[in-house]
């Protein structure tokens, strides 16, 4: 890969257009994101618009975007990411400024190709779309518009079905697992290929419990608003959350995808009612958190009470937490995060976090 120190965002990044998942029945998984967490189902491609080939369902919740996917016959390419990786984070898409301009600048870049630029057309017009590949078999799609005028992508047909919005707002951060020793060659392709940056590290002194340890570095384009932590596994007593992760995904994938919401409190209350099963820490985590993050806006009772987690830093603090896995596989999951300033990732928050995975990777037998 050419190593090149030009302006900051050389492949025209708008945002994440979408996250598509490989999924085995995308039918109960748009059911299960619709009644779990709220989005709202937009548009459909399937056998009844002419698709012969995929079902795909775009949910939406405010700006946050899925596309739920899976293949209608037994030649599909998609059995074997099924077969191999279970459900999972298929495509991180990019929405970028010119198709053809980024993904010439990017392949410029070293990045290896998934797909040539091509249009992709139907009644309400044309989308240009490319794609490269990224950790595992990820890829970035990077789609642009001419004059499309469609519902969201050539070949989807509206098909709304409204779910109960539970205040999310968009995608924060989007995690990759890689396999031990891959991390600073993975952060490369994204500061070579993309221009984006180191934001922040994390060594096993940061991460690390008893038993396991992992290392991440986030990266991040120069606004902030596309930040991709990678994390490999570090050297431990026992097999850390990155190694089960690995195993069970069957390589290097998105290990999860944070969304941001403005009042966590409403946020995960709608979510557990709902069903959504979240990570568990101990009382004592709530006994020290006035000590550790000082005052925060939030009700102390409350937040004890949702089991949400709090961390400050110098700019100020946010309030996370995380769902189990949402795979029988102990692969993807999802963190709902808020923000107070904070731009940080709750490294205050990793230790008790970690033991709670530990717990339940000790549940799988897997620890
Ligand atoms: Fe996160």
Redo the contacts with the bound molecule.
């Keep these: 890969m050419k190593n090149n120190t030009s302006p900051t965002n050389p492949l025209g990044l708008k945002n994440i257009h979408h996250v598509e998942f490989w999924v085995g029945n995308a039918k109960q998984a748009a059911f299960f994101y619709r009644h779990a967490f709220g989005f709202s189902q937009l548009a459909y491609s399937g056998l009844e618009t002419g698709n012969r080939e995929t079902s795909s369902y775009l949910l939406q919740q405010s700006k946050a975007r899925i596309l739920l996917t899976t293949p209608l016959n037994s030649n599909s390419p998609i059995n074997d990411h099924l077969v191999k990786h279970g459900d999972g984070i298929r495509d991180i898409a990019f929405h970028v400024e010119d198709t053809d301009a980024a993904f010439e600048e990017a392949v410029r870049r070293g990045a290896f190709v998934a797909q040539e630029p091509r249009d992709i057309t139907d009644e309400h017009g044309t989308v240009r779309h490319a794609a490269v590949k990224t950790y595992g078999d990820t890829i970035h799609s990077l789609i642009s518009y001419k004059d499309y005028r469609g519902a969201f992508l050539p070949g989807f047909q509206p098909k709304e079905v409204a779910g109960k919005d539970v205040g999310i707002v968009r995608v ?2 989007i ?1 990759g697992n890689v396999e031990l020793g891959k991390m600073n060659y993975w952060c490369d392709y994204y500061a070579q290929v993309f221009g984006f940056e180191r934001f922040i590290s994390f060594d096993d002194k940061d991460i690390s419990t008893e038993y396991s340890a992992l290392m991440s570095i986030v990266m991040s384009d120069n606004s902030h608003s596309i930040k991709f ?1 990678l994390n490999e596994p570090a050297t431990g007593k026992r097999k850390s959350q990155i190694e089960e992760y690995l195993d069970f995904y069957g390589g290097p994938g998105a290990q ?1 995808v ?1 969304l941001l919401c403005k009042d966590i409190l409403a946020t995960v209350r709608n979510l557990r009612d709902n069903g959504v099963e979240f990570l568990t820490v101990p009382d004592s985590y709530y006994e020290m958190l006035p000590e550790r993050v000082g005052k925060i806006d939030e009700d102390a009772a409350l937040i004890r009470n949702l089991g949400i987690l709090v961390d400050r830093d110098e700019e100020g603090y946010l309030l ?1 937490l ?1 769902t189990k896995p949402v795979e029988d596989r102990p692969t993807l999951f999802f ?1 709902i ?1 808020q923000r107070h300033g904070s731009r940080g ?2 490294k205050g928050n990793f230790r008790a976090l970690f033991e709670s995975i530990e717990a339940e990777q000790a549940k799988r037998g897997n620890l």
Excluded: R, S, W
């Design positions: 924060d951060h995690v932590p999860h944070a996370q995380f963190e995060i990732f709750g």
